[in-house]
T-cell receptor, first 112, second 114 residues
C-alpha cells in the first residue's frame, strides 16, 4: 500500500492556459474524490467517482473543469482557461467500503 | 447542506498537556459519520479518529479521544500528553450515512509549545 499519489505537486501557469492533474488512488479503492482547498479553509468537495462512473459533481465545478477516471483506476482533473481564482490546493482522496477517505499530498496550483 | 463549524481558528498547548478542539455541526439526519483529520504544514491530510453517530461510546485512538454529544451536535477532540508532532491544522468533517460528500470545517491551527 503506497498511499494516494498526486502529480504534479506544484503547478504554476499563466491565466488562460489549460492544466491537468493526475491522481493515483490506493489500488483496491473503488471510490475517488477531488477537493479544492484554499488558504485558511477546509477542503471543498468537487466531484466523486465510483469505479469509472462520475456520480456527483459540486456546483463549484464550473464548465471549465472536467474530471475523468478511465477504467476505474487513476483520475485526471483538467482546468481549461485557468483564472487567478483557480489558484488553490487540489486534493484527491480515495476509499473502499469504509467511510474513511485517504488523502493524497495535493497539487498546488498557482495561476499568474 | 450540512455545515461544520470550528470556532477556534488557533489553539496552543504546552507540551505534555491536554488540549480540546471544538467542532459543531448542523444536520437533520440521524445516521452519519464524524471525523477529525490532521494536516501538518506542507504535508498531506491524515485521519486522526472517526465516530459513527449510532454509537454512544466515544471513539478513542491512543492519545486522541472525542466527546460526541449527539443531541448538542457537538464533536470535540481531546489530545492528551501533547507532543511537538501534534502541531498541525485539525479539520473536523461530516459525512452522511447515504451521501458521499464530506463537509469540512475551516480548521483549527494547533501550536505545541516546548
Amino acid at each position: 500500500d503506497t498511499g494516494v499519489s498526486q502529480d504534479p505537486r506544484h503547478k504554476i501557469t499563466k491565466r488562460g492556459q489549460n492544466v491537468t492533474f493526475r491522481c493515483d488512488p490506493i489500488s483496491e479503492h473503488n471510490r475517488l474524490y477531488w477537493y479544492r482547498q484554499t488558504l485558511g479553509q477546509g477542503p471543498e468537495f468537487l466531484t466523486y467517482f465510483q469505479n469509472e462512473a462520475q456520480l456527483e459533481k459540486s456546483r463549484l465545478l464550473s464548465d471549465r473543469f472536467s474530471a475523468e477516471r478511465p477504467k476505474g483506476s487513476f483520475s485526471t482533473l483538467e482546468i481549461q482557461r485557468t483564472e487567478q481564482g483557480d489558484s488553490a490546493m487540489y486534493l484527491c482522496a480515495s476509499s473502499w467500503l469504509t467511510d474513511t477517505q485517504y488523502f493524497g499530498p495535493g497539487t498546488r496550483l498557482t495561476v499568474l | 447542506a450540512q455545515t461544520v463549524t470550528q470556532s477556534q481558528p488557533e489553539m496552543s498547548v504546552q507540551e505534555a498537556e491536554t488540549v480540546t478542539l471544538s467542532c459543531t455541526y448542523d444536520t437533520s439526519e440521524s445516521d452519519y459519520y464524524l471525523f477529525w483529520y490532521k494536516q501538518p504544514p506542507s504535508r498531506q491530510m491524515i485521519l486522526v479518529i472517526r465516530q459513527e453517530a449510532y454509537k454512544q461510546q466515544n471513539a478513542t485512538e491512543n492519545r486522541f479521544s472525542v466527546n460526541f454529544q449527539k443531541a448538542a451536535k457537538s464533536f470535540s477532540l481531546k489530545i492528551s500528553d501533547s507532543q511537538l508532532g501534534d502541531a498541525a491544522m485539525y479539520f473536523c468533517a461530516y459525512r452522511s450515512q447515504t451521501g458521499n460528500q464530506f463537509y469540512f470545517g475551516t480548521g483549527t491551527s494547533l501550536t505545541v509549545i516546548p
